[in-house]
């Protein structure tokens, strides 16, 4: 029988909507209050559901101590205190938006290579707040 967990960790980060090669008002009309310099900060919640075997020796499906240290250096590590667009090359400005979306998609395969055999990864689920949030699954 196949069981879920899922692990929520919490971070501090700040982001700015923002196109470089659209003008100030463009990004204004867009983006609004969104677009100011230098971004607006989120208290962010990733949660990471796994799914597998319950280990019958464990009573398990992962080792916890080795999913809390794949979400340090997946997720807190990269993120935690730090300015998306200027400090995680994947969101700087120009290339992806740091949207709950975008940190989803790009979170997701770094966990899941990460993830011993039998264990895999159903979802990781950011919330910028508790009105907003986006899964990714992996699905194309």
């Not at 499906?61 to 667009?85: A, M, S, T, Y």
């Not at 940190?103 to 966990?111: E, N, S």
Request: overall charge negative; proline content about 9%; some cysteine.
């Amino acid at each position: 029988m196949g069981t879920s967990l899922t692990r929520t960790i919490e971070f501090r980060a700040l982001h700015r909507f923002y196109r470089p090669e659209w003008t100030e008002a463009h990004n204004r009309e867009v983006f609004g209050p969104l677009s100011e310099p230098p971004g607006h900060t989120h208290d962010y919640r990733c949660a990471v559901t796994v799914s597998g075997p319950v280990d019958a020796e464990m009573a398990m499906v992962v080792d916890l101590p080795l999913l809390d240290r794949i979400l340090q250096d997946e997720v807190l590590v990269p993120f935690d205190g730090k300015h998306l667009n200027l400090d995680v090359p994947a969101f700087a400005y120009g290339r992806a938006l740091p949207t709950c979306e975008a940190i989803a998609a790009y979170v997701y395969p770094r966990v899941a290579a990460r993830l011993p055999g039998g264990v895999l990864l159903e979802r990781v689920r950011i919330m910028e707040d508790p009105t907003l949030y986006a899964d990714c699954t992996g699905i194309p």
